[in-house]
Structures are given as structure tokens and as C-alpha cells.
């Protein structure tokens, strides 16, 4: 790919001033508006939300003009994001915007759309909503940049290769692979060399699309830089062991997204260095991120996207916190396995253990092991209709859970953001009849 001299020259002057300008703007409009009464089972908001807004705000604001002055490409949540920072890629997650569309009340329109041009309804959410972008370019981020490459790995389900295939397809333009065997015994099964060959044979293309040279020494600085930051993460996640807990699993489901889609840069090592001071200040103060923390909770499976303020609300109104899940566990599980002096073996090894790419077991033992460190009361488990690698198994999980913790669970049925999938009446009477059993149940785990 050429730069284009005029793209390059846009792209900087609203990087250094456009984005800034924004900020400014939206500082002033929101000064004198009133503000959305806060509810009373909450403590104080954690200062790093409005951080958080500006760090995604300005990556999606800075995305529209990336097109021309860097190589764009498309990532699933589970590929070595790491290789592409190398060759100054600006990274677009469809499956962080399809959750941004999910919140923004904007999932079922899309995917409606896209059924509209044949895809099933019983394909995940953020693969139509993502077609249905691409059909009707909606979009609450306000323009995504058409990429010059995709960059899918199967390693957390197998919709991502078709569903990738098919906008290589319309939009004919490459798609980089990286097939991920699972591991049905054990996550140490993984062919490493068959992983870390495919890594280095992405090279040529990744030189090709982007007119960039391979830098060995950048790949092990963005190595360096993913690991630390996914380690922050890991010990922010691990503030909430204490009792109170300083934020809800609701919180870090937002917080959770710049080391989804902002891994390997140094911004996201310095977002994830604050959150982790500001965790940590609550903690010495005893701030709870509810004002009474009666019982604590596990989540298991992606949020509710369209539902998570409700959510909230429900649960802390009853002061239950639900202080982990094994979704936003996952970054900070296998982060750490990464290795700035094994790249490419480290790579495949950190990728090919994530938590989808394992079998039941392997989850049964990592919820196990959460619901003891977190010192868990009871568990919810979302079935999400969309995301089928992540259901598929957890009435057993809940069998598993209940014989050797005797926890009280729930599992309830919704989607991650099409709304159409979600049953208030059903909800609630599943949570009613999970409030009763947490009520009457007062055996602490062993
Ligand atoms: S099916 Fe599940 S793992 Fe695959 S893209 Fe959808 S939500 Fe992600």
C-alpha cells in the first residue's frame, strides 16, 4: 500500500488537533446539561469511565481518516493483533463494534438488515451486524474504515472464517488466516510449530498489503507492550477480590475493551497503569463499587449488551456484585504467556489456549478455580443464542459447578445484542427463582 500524501497529512492533522477539538467541544456541550440521576445501590463512578469514553471515542473518531495514510485491516478478538502492530496497521474490531451497536440499542436493526440479504437469523449477532453495516454503512461509531485486509483467527469459533470470507468477498480484498486447531485434551496438545510456521508465513503478505519491511526488534517492543498491559489487566481483575468489591463485572465489560482492541500499544499500557492505580485507591479507601455488597457473583459468557445497565441496576438493587466472569478473564489468562524473546512461539502458544479453543474440563477448572479466589456466592450464566462455541455446554458446567461447590447458578437465555432473542418475563422469573435459592443459601465455600 502507497500512503497517500494528502490522506497522511488529514489523517495527522486530526490526530494532533481534530480529535483534541472534539474532546474540547464535547466537554463544553455536556457542561450545564443535566446529568442522569445516579442510582443509590452504586458508590462513586470510577474517574477511568471518562477516560475510557475518550480513548474509544478518538480511536473510532481517527479510524474514518485512517483509510490512505496507514494500512487498515480487521481483526477477530482472538487473533496475534501483535504481528499487525508491526507494520503500523490502524486495527478495526467488528466484534467490539458489533457490542458498541448492541449497547447503542442499534444490534437488531443491523442484523435485521442483514437478514434482509439472506443471512440466517441463528448466525451470531456481531457477524449480521456487521453484514448489515455493510449493506446499509449504519453505524453509531459514524464511518468505519474500508480495510485493506482481514485477520481472522478460529481460535474462538468458526463463524469468524465465513463470516471474514464473506467480506473478502465483497469487498475483494485478502484475508489472513490463522487455523487454530482445538484442543480437545489439553491446552499443552497445541501444535505450536504448525501455529508459529502460519505466523511467519503471514509475513510476505503483511509486507505486500501494508508496503511496510518486518522490524524484529518493533515485534518484540509490541510484544513487550500486550504483555504488560494484559498483566495490568490481570491485576485489575484481581482488585476484585476484596470485599468490597471497587468496580462490578458490568464496569469491566467496558474497561475490558481497549485490551480487546487496543493491544500492543503504549496507550493501552498507560490506560490499563491508571485504571489499575484508581482500582487500587478505592480499595485502600474501601469504596465498593455498590454502597452494600450483600453476596457476590460469577458471570459466565459475553454481556447482554442491549440490557447491561438493567442489568446493573437489577442485581445491585439486591446488593449482589458480580466481582468475575470468564469473559473478561480471558485477556488476562493467556497474556501472560506471551514472550518478547520467543515471539512467534510464544504467540501461538498464548493464542491457541484461549478459553474457547479448550474443552469443558478445561473451563470447569478455571470456573472453579475463580469462584473459590473470588470468593463466589452464586453463578449466572448467559446462553447467549449468537455466540453457540460459548453456550454449548453450560447446562453442564452448571451440573459441574453445583456437585462440587454446591453454589446456587442460573442460566439465562438472551443474546448478546439482538434484542429479538431477549424475553423480559422469562428473564425474570429465571433470576426470581435464582434470588430465592442465593437467599436460602448460606454455606460459605470451602
Ligand atoms: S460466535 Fe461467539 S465467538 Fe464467534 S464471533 Fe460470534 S460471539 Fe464471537
Redesign the pocket.
Known sequence: MQNKPMSVLRYRFMKDLGAPLLFDLQRRRSIGKRKRRRSPHFGPPLRSNTRLRKLLTRHYYLSRYAKGALPVAWV???APVELLRVFDFYTVYP?NH?ALCGAKQMGTELCTAAEGHGYSQDL????RIDLGHHFTGSTPAGKLPRPDLLFASNN??Q??LY?YKALAHYWRIPLLLLDTPFNFESPSDAPIEYLSAQLEEMIPALERVSGRRFDPDRFMQVIALSKESCALWGRVLDTMKTRPAPMTIFDAFAHLAPIVSLRGLEVTRVYYRALLDEMQERVDRGIGALTKERKRLMWDN?AIWFKVRQMAELFAARGLNFVTATYTNAWAETGGMIDPGRPFESLARAYSQVI?NNNLKHRLVLMERLIREYRVDGLVMHS?R?????SIGQYDLKRGISDRLRIPSAVIEAD?ADARAFSENQVTSQLELFFEALESHSQPIS
Open positions: 477477530t478478538s482472538g466484534e458489533g451470531c449477532a456481531y457477524a474462538i469459533c463463524t469468524v463470516w459475553i474457547l447467549a449468537s455466540c453457540k462455541p460459548y448478546i
